[in-house]
């Protein structure tokens, strides 16, 4: 037995360790995740004031949440698999595992959080999957926990403090460095070298979602309607007719046709297809006019300038922004800014930023999900990302020519 529950501990810690790898990389994504689930539960605890408050308290520090469960995960991991401190290691593994799984549950009852971020953007998870997996790791934790008193160390005590010690320093510098600058590794559809237009476009071979119009008639006669589709069924799709209780409309039947009248049609989803890796790209102006191709399919180098939050932007990374936008700007190499703030919020900013470049509007999640900075540096050749900087990195403009601009 207590070969298999080592086998387990190797096997959770592992897990634990990728889990909180792919969210310390981009501990900011994690913490907008974070920041969902508090508005979820601030939204349906509003008959307690003092809940949805607390909730909304939270915001304040998910950067922070998001960082320490990060590093939780990776170092009870590393614990895990080399038996540190196991009645410890056990207790904590236990809570931890509860309280996903109360939270997957919970997302999977309301489907209010489509993705729980487990894995951040590696590993996509519906609700249900999410809640199937902390269902069967909290089984293989009581185990653990069971036989916690089995588990011996594969160290001794001064080498498993300097595990525990390496471990927690090199997890807590990672998470750190990642915030302060970029992921290390991109998941996301935006990283460099991939080609914006063609994110938005379904792979060939790829199918969009089928739908059927169903239509509804009424018998002129007895009153009585039925629900039938004009769409031609495939194979496999008689099936689906059988459990909407459809018919194919025998319009061919003149009869049939003068007997009955139209009452009323709806669309219903009778295929799950594919779908663009990037769906919500889109960027307007002022005045509300769609300029997205003008931003995108500008021809050869250029700028973007991302700050989902004109208020919360580092103020002080744009003394080294407007220079690289003026120098660009005056080598031909176009720049422009793209922000979620309103006209009225960021006009003021903007003056006293003294930002010598146009700033176009785009949804606060897409230009979150562009880049993990407030601001961030986006240089792209037509619609394809090029690189990224946090504005802890702006580079200067020789430094950008030097290296893409030959």
């Excluded at 086998?7 to 592992?14: A, E, P, S």
């Excluded at 119009?213 to 099936?239: C, H, P, Q, R, W």
Aim: aromatic share 14%.
């Amino acid at each position: 037995m207590s070969r298999i529950v080592r086998i387990i501990c190797i096997l959770v810690g592992i897990l634990f360790i990728i889990s909180g790898f792919v969210k310390a990389i981009d501990p900011l994504g994690f913490s907008y995740k974070l920041d969902e689930y508090f508005e979820v539960f601030a939204a349906d605890t509003t008959k307690v004031a003092f809940l949805s408050s607390f909730f909304l308290w939270l915001k304040n520090f998910s950067v922070y949440l998001s960082m320490f469960f990060c590093v939780l995960e990776m170092v009870l991991g590393v614990m895990l698999i080399f038996g540190i401190q196991m009645q410890l290691t056990a207790w904590l593994l236990l809570l931890l595992i509860v309280f996903f799984t109360w939270l997957t549950g919970y997302s999977a009852i309301t489907g209010k959080v489509t993705d729980c971020g487990c894995f951040g953007d590696a590993v996509r998870l519906t609700p249900r999957q999410s809640f199937n997996k902390d269902v069967v790791l909290l089984v293989l934790i009581l185990i653990i926990f069971a036989f916690r008193n089995r588990v011996t160390p594969v160290f001794r005590k001064f080498g498993s403090l300097a595990t525990f010690s390496v471990a927690s320093l090199f997890f807590t510098w990672l998470t750190i460095y990642c915030f302060n600058h970029l992921p290390i590794i991109d998941f996301r559809a935006y990283k460099a070298g991939n080609d914006i237009r063609k994110q938005m476009e379904l792979p060939p071979g790829k199918s969009p979602d089928t739908y059927a119009t169903i239509l509804t008639y009424k018998n002129k006669s007895s009153g009585e309607t039925g629900n039938y589709v004009m769409t031609e069924m495939k194979d496999g799709e008689a099936e689906w007719l059988k459990e909407k209780n459809l018919k194919p409309l025998p319009w061919q039947d003149s009869l049939w046709m003068q007997d009955h009248e139209f009452v009323s049609s709806k669309s219903e989803l009778l295929v799950a297809g594919e779908l663009p890796k990037i769906t919500d790209f889109q960027v307007w102006d002022n005045e509300n006019k769609d300029v997205t191709a003008l931003v995108l399919d500008e021809p050869g180098y250029h700028f973007w300038l991302v700050a989902y939050d004109m208020p919360k932007a580092n103020k002080a990374s744009f003394t080294r922004i407007n220079e690289l936008a003026v120098s660009s700007e005056k080598n031909q190499i176009p720049f422009v800014g793209l922000t979620s703030t309103s006209y009225e919020q960021l006009d003021p900013i903007r003056h006293e930023l003294n930002a010598p470049f146009t700033f176009y509007y785009a949804d606060g999640t897409v230009l979150k999900t562009i880049i993990r900075s407030n601001p961030g540096l986006v240089l792209l050749n037509g619609s394809t990302v090029i690189d990224h900087w946090h504005y802890n990195d702006i580079p200067t403009y020789d430094q950008v020519r030097s290296k893409y601009f030959k």
